[in-house]
């Protein structure tokens, strides 16, 4: 647990003493609300026993900041917190947290919404899947650019 808005690392979290942690730093927060996001077993029909995640260290601390100064902007909320695990993760383990503090709970919602749309879309993270059929990078998806599309953001990553 760190008190850094982002951090990118290897080993797994834990989600009450970052919620916790989170809470600790402000008086005003009324909600926390948290999204934890797990390696699928499957995908598009193959069973998943592994995913490998690369960043670009430097960079994809700074795109994830912009995103929660975004949402900050967005929201009124009272904080945020971004954590996103890399190397390689089995399936069922925890890849990513998502952490919104605000005085009410509504806000909070939809911020952390917010950042998890932006994060499938926009920050720089390479996923490659294991499967009993090989090893594949994972492709950006439609779906993902269209959730981002409702916060009137085109990300255009999945191409047409």
């Not at 989600?15 to 077993?41: H, I, K, P, W, Y």
């Not at 995640?53 to 912009?66: V, W």
């Not at 994972?138 to 255009?156: E, F, K, S, T």
Request: aromatic residues 6%; hydrophobic residues 45%.
């Amino acid at each position: 647990m760190n008190d850094s808005r982002v951090s990118i690392q290897t080993q797994d979290f834990d989600l009450g003493a970052e919620t916790l942690a989170l809470r600790q730093q402000d008086g005003g927060v009324g909600a926390v609300v948290s999204f934890v996001g797990t390696v699928r077993e499957a995908s598009d029909g193959e069973q998943v026993s592994l995913m490998e995640l690369e960043h670009y260290p430097g960079m994809t601390e700074a795109a994830i900041e912009a995103m929660i100064d975004q949402a900050l902007q967005r929201f009124d909320i009272r904080g945020a917190r971004v954590i996103h695990r890399v190397g390689p993760l089995a399936a069922r383990e925890q890849i990513v947290l998502v952490l919104v503090s605000s005085a009410h709970r509504g806000e909070a919602f939809q911020a952390c919404e917010f950042l998890m749309d932006y994060l499938k879309t926009q920050a720089p993270f390479w996923k490659k899947e294991h499967t009993p059929a090989g090893a594949h990078w994972v492709d950006a998806r439609v779906a993902d650019d269209a959730a981002l599309a409702r916060w009137g953001i085109d990300a255009g990553n999945a191409g047409a």
